[in-house]
């Protein structure tokens, strides 16, 4: 019983901490290790203790894998080069540093241990990262870089962590002998992270049912953490690749049924666990620092000794920042990304520890000297961190002026691939041999325009007038709220099967999640000015660069014809303003047709977009 109320006291405390944290616009990490804090100290709550196996085998491989598998590989690899000078140099840079501030601040303290507590706080955490980057809107290459870095760094940091205990132990440990431990570690692990891809890959192919495809994945993380650590390999490196495979690969090996229910289940999950490890950092202060105190180093010491090792995990980690800029900031020789100056400092002051470095600290054996002082230590740097950076890490966002990801942009890029996919698609429709005696080709031509359109109409502009497509959303979603209450009302009468009614009530709630998702990001594109523009695509956008509007253009033609437009383009070669194809005449593609001239830009307001009708690419 104690321990049901336990985890049902968790479960509400998460809820409650998020719901409050998303009111007052504070990040729930902070707001859950606070309350933590707090409850530990209360005398009829009972004391938590996290053990290692619980966060080694029970927390951290399905937050791994749910990290890994939304995580893009393309994007890791097109950044692999600074999160391998992260996960690897700089682990061991700060491990070593932090065990001479240790060893000297805590006489009688051995070497082996000294680097072991250094291991111990070495990893920045992958879910407070990534919970607070996300969450103030860090430039994408940030979190990525990040994001990498956490996933792979805890497998350095185990391993360096083992090796000192051994050393500790009265094992002899030379250099050769770690080096390679860690190249089987990283090795091995990479290769049973591949060997569970291949094997679950192989599986989906046999599965048909999305939920039992969904409940088997949440096997895959433990099977391949369990698998590499019996064989002597790194658990944490076979989670993380077999999740970055099998993310990358799901729109090839899955359903779009089967895709959608395991997205929504590891979200959920990852959810939860996430916020329960915060929850859970805050209820071990009471005993941590309880024990530390009985000690006997005195609160002088103790405070020292964890304020200096926090000061030396953040000014190293500036430190071989500083020292490495021009490995990280060379231009990669084969995508060209560039990593600058500020985002390089994001990254340093981004290095928040999290429930690993508590767990990892868990594994120094109950009879060493200090035990209870490391442990304080590492609760230091977790919380310090976490609050010391994470709380202003807004701040240094906002004053070295490094943007958010744009939703404007993403809606450009957006309508531009969508733009490109259905110009293949309607290739591959004229191409097949159809029987079309009932319409059916203009029907799905139609309806990829249609679908097209409302893209490009996420970018328009004008105040207080609504898109085609926002019109049909607000009268759809009307008459959604209408079908649904006269099925209510049938349902009522038991005159049509409870299966029945259960499916068609599914169908009005994915067409209605569809509108309110559209909806949302047309609103939130409303709010931004378009800032940037994509790269030279081809050699008519180089030939056409952007072009100054007229202060207040207009659709000549619309005008004539009295008819009204959605936004305006200006053909690029001879200044020709025409409304959008969202408009009821089209005249800016019917000028193409009619001249040829290439390339157009938006001539509404602050948007210097273009758009290639030979290349079907934006600019």
Same mark, same amino acid.
């Given at each position: 019983?104690?321990?049901?109320?336990?985890?049902?006291?968790?479960?509400?405390?998460?809820?409650?901490?998020?719901?409050?944290?998303?009111?007052?616009?504070?990040?729930?990490?902070?707001?859950?290790?606070?309350?933590?804090?707090?409850?530990?100290?209360?005398?009829?709550?009972?004391?938590?203790?996290?053990?290692?196996?619980?966060?080694?085998?029970?927390?951290?491989?399905?937050?791994?894998?749910?990290?890994?598998?939304?995580?893009?590989?393309?994007?890791?690899?097109?950044?692999?080069?600074?999160?391998?000078?992260?996960?690897?140099?700089?682990?061991?840079?700060?491990?070593?540093?932090?065990?001479?501030?240790?060893?000297?601040?805590?006489?009688?303290?051995?070497?082996?241990?000294?680097?072991?507590?250094?291991?111990?706080?070495?990893?920045?955490?992958?879910?407070?990262?990534?919970?607070?980057?996300?969450?103030?809107?860090?430039?994408?290459?940030?979190?990525?870089?990040?994001?990498?870095?956490?996933?792979?760094?805890?497998?350095?940091?185990?391993?360096?962590?083992?090796?000192?205990?051994?050393?500790?132990?009265?094992?002899?440990?030379?250099?050769?002998?770690?080096?390679?431990?860690?190249?089987?570690?990283?090795?091995?692990?990479?290769?049973?992270?591949?060997?569970?891809?291949?094997?679950?890959?192989?599986?989906?192919?046999?599965?048909?049912?999305?939920?039992?495809?969904?409940?088997?994945?949440?096997?895959?993380?433990?099977?391949?953490?369990?698998?590499?650590?019996?064989?002597?390999?790194?658990?944490?490196?076979?989670?993380?690749?077999?999740?970055?495979?099998?993310?990358?690969?799901?729109?090839?090996?899955?359903?779009?049924?089967?895709?959608?229910?395991?997205?929504?289940?590891?979200?959920?999950?990852?959810?939860?666990?996430?916020?329960?490890?915060?929850?859970?950092?805050?209820?071990?202060?009471?005993?941590?620092?309880?024990?530390?105190?009985?000690?006997?180093?005195?609160?002088?010491?103790?405070?020292?000794?964890?304020?200096?090792?926090?000061?030396?995990?953040?000014?190293?980690?500036?430190?071989?920042?500083?020292? /490495?800029?021009?490995?990280?900031?060379?231009?990669?020789?084969?995508?060209?990304?560039?990593?600058?100056?500020?985002?390089?400092?994001?990254?340093?002051?981004?290095?928040?520890?999290?429930?690993? /470095?508590?767990?990892?600290?868990?594994?120094?054996?109950?009879?060493?000297?200090?035990?209870?002082?490391?442990?304080?230590?590492?609760?230091?740097?977790?919380?310090?961190?976490?609050?010391?950076?994470?709380?202003?890490?807004?701040?240094?966002?906002?004053?070295?002026?490094?943007?958010?990801?744009?939703?404007?942009?993403?809606?450009?890029?957006?309508?531009?691939?969508?733009?490109?996919?259905?110009?293949?698609?309607?290739?591959?429709?004229?191409?097949?041999?159809?029987?079309?005696?009932?319409?059916?080709?203009?029907?799905?031509?139609?309806?990829?325009?249609?679908?097209?359109?409302?893209?490009?109409?996420?970018?328009?502009?004008?105040?207080?007038?609504?898109?085609?497509?926002?019109?049909?959303?607000?009268?759809?979603?009307?008459?959604?709220?209408?079908?649904?209450? /006269?099925?209510?009302?049938?349902?009522?009468?038991?005159?049509?099967?409870?299966?029945?009614?259960?499916?068609?009530?599914?169908?009005?709630?994915?067409?209605?999640?569809?509108?309110?998702?559209?909806?949302?990001?047309?609103?939130?594109?409303?709010?931004?000015?378009?800032?940037?523009?994509?790269?030279?695509?081809?050699?008519?956008?180089?030939?056409?660069?952007?072009?100054?509007?007229?202060?207040?253009?207009?659709?000549?033609?619309?005008?004539?014809?009295?008819?009204?437009?959605?936004?305006?383009?200006?053909?690029?070669?001879?200044?020709?303003?025409?409304?959008?194809?969202?408009?009821?005449?089209?005249?800016?593609?019917?000028?193409?047709?009619?001249?040829?001239?290439?390339?157009?830009?938006?001539?509404?307001?602050?948007?210097?977009?273009?758009?290639?009708?030979?290349?079907?690419?934006?600019?």
């Amino acid at each position: 019983m104690e321990v049901a109320l336990l985890l049902l006291g968790l479960a509400v405390g998460v809820l409650v901490c998020t719901a409050v944290s998303e009111r007052v616009g504070v990040p729930s990490p902070f707001l859950l290790i606070v309350t933590g804090v707090v409850v530990s100290w209360v005398p009829w709550v009972p004391q938590v203790y996290l053990h290692e196996d619980v966060v080694l085998l029970g927390l951290l491989p399905p937050l791994l894998y749910a990290a890994a598998v939304k995580s893009s590989l393309v994007d890791i690899r097109a950044n692999s080069r600074p999160i391998l000078w992260l996960s690897v140099g700089l682990v061991v840079f700060t491990a070593a540093g932090v065990a001479v501030v240790v060893h000297w601040l805590l006489p009688g303290l051995s070497w082996a241990l000294a680097f072991a507590i250094g291991a111990v706080v070495a990893p920045p955490d992958a879910i407070a990262a990534t919970a607070i980057g996300r969450r103030i809107g860090l430039p994408r290459r940030v979190v990525t870089i990040l994001e990498g870095e956490s996933l792979f760094n805890d497998a350095t940091a185990l391993v360096s962590l083992r090796t000192a205990l051994a050393v500790a132990g009265g094992h002899a440990v030379d250099v050769w002998g770690v080096s390679l431990e860690f190249l089987v570690a990283a090795v091995g692990g990479g290769v049973v992270g591949f060997v569970v891809y291949v094997v679950v890959a192989k599986a989906r192919q046999l599965l048909t049912d999305p939920v039992i495809e969904s409940a088997a994945s949440l096997a895959v993380p433990f099977a391949a953490y369990l698998v590499a650590e019996e064989v002597g390999a790194s658990g944490v490196i076979a989670v993380v690749v077999s999740g970055l495979l099998l993310g990358h690969q799901a729109p090839v090996l899955q359903t779009a049924q089967a895709r959608i229910a395991e997205r929504l289940n590891w979200s959920t999950i990852a959810y939860v666990l996430e916020n329960v490890v915060f929850l859970l950092i805050g209820l071990q202060a009471w005993w941590i620092v309880d024990e530390a105190l009985a000690s006997g180093l005195g609160w002088p010491r103790l405070l020292l000794a964890c304020g200096a090792t926090l000061l030396t995990v953040m000014g190293l980690r500036m430190a071989w920042l500083l020292a /490495t800029r021009y490995l990280l900031m060379r231009p990669d020789p084969v995508t060209g990304t560039k990593t600058s100056v500020r985002h390089m400092f994001l990254i340093g002051w981004a290095g928040m520890r999290g429930v690993v /470095t508590l767990a990892a600290a868990f594994l120094i054996p109950a009879d060493t000297a200090y035990r209870e002082v490391l442990l304080l230590v590492a609760f230091s740097v977790v919380a310090g961190t976490l609050f010391l950076q994470g709380m202003t890490l807004p701040w240094v966002a906002r004053r070295l002026r490094v943007p958010p990801p744009d939703p404007r942009v993403d809606a450009l890029a957006r309508a531009g691939l969508l733009q490109q996919t259905t110009h293949a698609a309607l290739e591959a429709l004229d191409r097949m041999e159809v029987d079309d005696k009932h319409g059916v080709a203009t029907q799905v031509r139609d309806r990829l325009e249609q679908r097209d359109l409302a893209a490009w109409e996420r970018l328009a502009t004008a105040e207080g007038e609504e898109t085609p497509s926002e019109q049909y959303a607000r009268v759809r979603l009307a008459l959604i709220e209408v079908e649904r209450r /006269t099925v209510l009302e049938i349902r009522g009468e038991g005159s049509v099967p409870a299966e029945v009614v259960a499916e068609v009530l599914a169908a009005l709630d994915v067409e209605e999640s569809m509108l309110d998702r559209a909806t949302d990001a047309e609103q939130e594109v409303r709010t931004e000015q378009l800032r940037h523009h994509a790269g030279e695509s081809c050699a008519d956008l180089r030939r056409h660069p952007p072009a100054d509007p007229p202060d207040d253009p207009v659709c000549e033609e619309c005008v004539r014809d009295g008819t009204p437009w959605v936004a305006l383009r200006m053909c690029l070669a001879c200044g020709h303003v025409g409304c959008c194809d969202s408009s009821r005449s089209r005249h800016a593609t019917a000028h193409f047709h009619d001249t040829e001239h290439p390339v157009i830009q938006s001539a509404e307001p602050g948007e210097r977009w273009r758009w290639c009708f030979v290349h079907r690419l934006t600019g």
